[in-house]
């Protein structure tokens, strides 16, 4: 349930990572960090999903400005996401920032990393330093013949973490993203190997929310299988509350998250006479904001020729008849409901248990 226990544990705000801690999901904003109604409301939403820590991009004077206003109304950790220009990660720090991720190597010379450092350290503000096939130095990038490798990027994260060190700078975090999960696996290994720094791990340039969610299934199972990650993105070219449901997916997969409620569902057939693939993505949308520490499972099924023999050891379930629905305890038929009150009445039997 928890990240690996030989890792350091970073403060980022109001919540703990790595040394133990539950993984943390994190996404991030694609509304402008200028625009405080439309940013301060995508968090929230994001927060009743079940993100923990929240990055917003800081391409501008004007974002990092705003970035105490955000923290106003938001209740998560916020995390500036700064590239190229030193000054705005300073700006940021002066501004209530929990977290900067910056890759050092775009910031510049050894005395503007130096300043970063600094202002960091004295607000205790953890920097994450986030490397992908992207940010790779022309030096590196030589070293093996101008391509992205796992090495590459090992060798990135190195040079990187080391140019923090040098000044004295150790609230680090560290991510070796790349596109292809055998890279990014081999990567993180060499990394987790290495170093007692916490990783955020995650799949990048992942894809569209089909190819996405099974590219980060596979890179994300994997690295959580060894052991390695203390927090993690999956990113989808998607709605970001899309990618904090499939994060605890992943993480419910693994046994390493569990919100108290499962949602099984038949694959349907021939038999299916009532809309299984809408009624079962609305229950799961709705148990996906309640958490709670019993454990309880819901059947969403097709027929009642199998429904409710398939799904007996279901605490409520539904059965699909011609335009209704059983609904049902272990596999005794409780009522018959017509199909639009299926939802609102598994929902009604759910909140009895709870
Ligand atoms: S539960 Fe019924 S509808 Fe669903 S797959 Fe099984 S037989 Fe088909």
């Known amino acids: 349930m928890f990240t690996r226990n030989d890792t350091r544990k970073i403060k980022i705000g109001n919540i703990y990572i790595g040394n133990g801690e539950r993984i943390k999901i994190q996404s991030m904003c694609n509304k402008k960090t ?5 940013v301060v409301s995508q968090i929230l939403e994001l927060e009743k999903a079940g993100v923990d820590l929240i990055r917003v991009s800081v391409p501008d004077e004007m974002s990092a400005k705003n970035i105490e206003n955000i923290k106003k ?3 998560i950790p916020l995390v500036a996401d700064i590239h190229f220009d030193y000054k705005l990660a300073i700006m940021c720090c002066d501004r209530g920032i929990d977290k900067i991720r910056i890759n050092p190597g775009n910031i510049g ?3 503007k990393i130096k300043q970063v450092a600094e202002a960091c350290k004295k607000k205790n503000i953890p920097i994450r330093i986030g490397i992908n096939g992207g940010s790779l130095s022309k030096k590196i990038l030589e070293k093996y013949d101008g391509k992205v490798t796992a090495d590459g990027l090992f060798l990135s994260a190195v040079e990187n973490v080391e140019a923090l060190e040098k000044n004295n700078f150790f609230d680090i975090l560290v991510s070796i993203k790349s596109s292809n999960v055998n890279m990014a696996v081999s990567a993180y290994e060499m990394f987790a190997e290495k170093y007692d720094y916490p990783l955020h791990i995650g799949i990048t340039e992942a894809g569209t929310e089909r190819s996405g969610i099974i590219k980060s299934a596979v890179g994300l199972g994997i690295l959580l299988d060894k052991g ?3 927090t993690m993105r999956v990113s989808l070219t998607a709605n970001p509350v899309e990618e904090v449901r499939v994060a605890k997916k992943i993480l419910e997969s693994v046994g390493l998250y569990d919100n108290g409620i499962e949602v099984i569902s038949c694959p349907t057939c021939a038999r299916t006479d009532i809309d299984v693939i809408k009624i079962a ?3 799961e949308d709705m148990v996906s904001q309640i958490k709670t520490t019993k454990k309880i499972k819901i059947a969403v099924m097709g027929c009642a020729v199998n429904g409710p023999g ?4 279901s605490d409520i379930g539904v059965a699909g008849g011609r335009g209704e629905g059983l609904i049902f305890s272990k596999g ?5 409901v017509r199909e639009n009150e ?4 598994l929902m009604l039997e759910l909140e009895k248990l709870i």
């Open 109 to 111: 010379d050894s005395d």
């Open 310 to 313: 398939e799904a007996k050891d």
């Open 332 to 336: 005794k038929t409780l009522k018959k």
């Open 281 to 283: 993505n609305e229950v």
């Open 342 to 345: 299926i939802v609102k009445e």
């Open 228 to 230: 390695i990650g203390d």
């Open 73 to 75: 109304v938001i209740n």
């Open 34 to 38: 200028t625009d405080t109604k439309s």
